[in-house]
């Protein structure tokens, strides 16, 4: 059967340029398949409270990250200081179970969240929503913290640690193990749904999406070309990487996430002290938009949505996704990686999407009437001075000060979508094992078709198949909280346990 697979899987590499080169036919085609069949589940995951525009899924997960915040007595503020020392190495002990540092894990589960929404989706909410968008959209990271924690302890708790070292983990093995520790039925099937919703998620939204946009911005730069040549160029580098299984993914990770990270930030911050005079003002008009929405369509509840949107579909706190990149940590404590986790909606939703944010407001790109001091609209989003939105409205901000930024920024998109596919890669593929069984011939199926999917997202437009894994990514997180609320229970125990013994002096630090 896993000869048969893998000959299957190794026909598609082959077939995928050719497959490719008839994008437009293919892209046809699953138009109109994919509409209707997959329309009234991407409908039913997005749809909005009757008379609003609030989609149920983010209320789904900004209530989730409020009671995990209260449970847990704001354990994200709290235990900050020890997070820190915790991805410095302080108290890793070299000879525990697992793949990876902390530091690792933490880059690897970063490179999947930061990427083209921390450019482009935020945009998107701040051109809806008006600057008033970032702050609930920093209110929403916060919270989103605590969710973090409660998954990636959970994911190190369950994980499978085999006799060759490495290690299995994540959402379908706490679910299916920690149902059947507390004696609630479920457990199983619950598992298998989470799996399928992320081998979806993967192929679609964590990879053949990120193609595509790298694909975009390259073109726009060197002119238009075959899109099939990027996603063959880009699959070849990503499955370079991913043959090595998450050691070589969280060294690579290590490397690109601090490298994209501090390039983007950097940039984020020459604009705005280029424009520092403004900097009191710009965060003005971000308090004010939270709470008046100084005209904006929807005023503050229409300011509240997009920050809260954005937030929820950045850091993905809830999703479950980066409790599988967690999971492979080297430490004999859960709740450790528990800590360190909640650094990454830190990261990025308030640090690196507030920078976004931040960097179009202060470039006046968004047009208002001097006479009021309230934003134009134009339709349904506020007017811009070239007319851009999405990805473009942050390239006319970067451009805005100096011209050769938006290079900068198309640097960073490659970078953003290339780190997040080789997570997803990860993640799709410890839910293909869940499902298929571990093994080398079963992992190369997977890692096969995945980078298949590489050059058929960089080739085509696939709006249906991307709206519908998209749909599955945020599908993960309706399994994932649903089981998150009866184990919860169990986060907690291990929390006072640490806290305990770490106040006592049990818990010590390692010299390196």
């Known amino acids: 059967m896993q000869t048969r697979l893998l000959s299957t899987a190794a026909a598609m590499v082959v077939a995928s340029s050719a497959v490719a080169q008839d994008a437009m036919t293919l892209d046809q085609k699953v138009n109109e398949t994919f509409a209707s069949l997959t329309g009234p589940f991407v409908n039913l995951i997005f749809a909005p409270f009757p008379g609003t525009a609030f989609p149920w899924i983010v209320m789904w997960l900004v209530v989730a990250a409020t009671i995990f915040t209260l449970y847990f007595g704001f354990v994200q503020f709290r235990f900050f ?62 919270l989103g913290m605590a969710s973090k924690f409660t998954e990636c302890t959970l994911g190190v708790k369950y994980r499978n640690e085999y006799p060759d070292g490495t290690v299995s983990g994540g959402p379908m093995y706490y679910i299916s193990k920690g149902f059947s520790e507390l004696g609630l039925p479920g457990g199983k099937f619950l598992a298998v749904l989470f799996s399928v919703f992320c081998i979806l998620g993967a192929l679609g939204g964590g990879n053949m999406f990120q193609a595509n946009q790298a694909h975009a911005q390259i073109s726009g730069i060197v002119g238009d070309y075959p899109g099939w040549i990027t996603g063959i160029v880009f699959a070849a580098v990503v499955f370079l990487v991913i043959v090595g299984g998450v050691k070589s993914i969280a060294r690579v990770t290590e490397k690109v996430v601090p490298f994209m990270g501090i390039l983007y930030v950097g940039a984020a911050l020459v604009i705005i002290l280029v424009n520092y005079d403004k900097i009191g003002w710009a965060f003005g008009q971000i308090f004010a938009g939270a709470f008046t929405g100084l005209g904006v369509a929807g005023g503050m509840v229409g300011a509240l949505i997009q920050g809260f949107k954005r937030a929820a579909f950045s850091n993905e706190a809830g999703v479950g996704s980066a409790a599988i990149a967690h999971s492979a940590v080297r430490t004999k404590e859960p709740i450790t990686e528990g800590f360190v986790s909640l650094l990454e909606p830190l990261i990025d939703t308030v640090v690196i999407c507030t920078m976004t944010a931040l960097v179009i407001t202060i470039s006046g790109q968004l047009v208002s009437d001097p006479a009021t001091g309230k934003y134009l609209l134009d339709g349904g989003h506020i007017a811009t001075v070239d007319g851009n939105t999405g990805v473009a409205l942050t390239s006319a901000a970067f451009g805005s000060a100096i011209g050769w930024f938006p290079y900068v920024l198309a640097v960073a998109v490659i970078l953003f979508a290339f780190s997040t596919m080789i997570s997803w890669s990860y993640y799709g593929l410890k839910a293909w094992t869940y499902l298929f069984g571990e093994g080398k011939t079963t992992e190369l199926v997977f890692k096969l078709i995945f980078c298949a999917f590489v050059v058929i997202g960089a080739a085509a437009s696939l709006g249906p198949v991307i709206d519908f894994s998209d749909a599955a990514i945020f599908a993960m997180a309706v399994v994932n909280i649903f089981a998150l609320y009866f184990l919860m229970k169990i986060v907690r125990k291990e929390l006072a346990s640490y806290s305990e013994r770490l106040a006592s002096g049990e818990i010590r630090k390692f010299s390196h």
């Open 81 to 142: 200081g020890h997070s820190i020392a915790l991805v410095k190495g302080d108290y890793s002990d070299p000879d525990d179970a697992g793949e990876v540092s902390h530091f690792q894990a933490l880059a690897t589960a970063l490179s999947g969240t930061v990427g083209l929404g921390n450019i482009a989706g935020v945009a998107v909410a701040v051109g809806i929503g008006g600057p008033g968008a970032t702050f609930w959209m920093i209110l929403a990271g916060l």
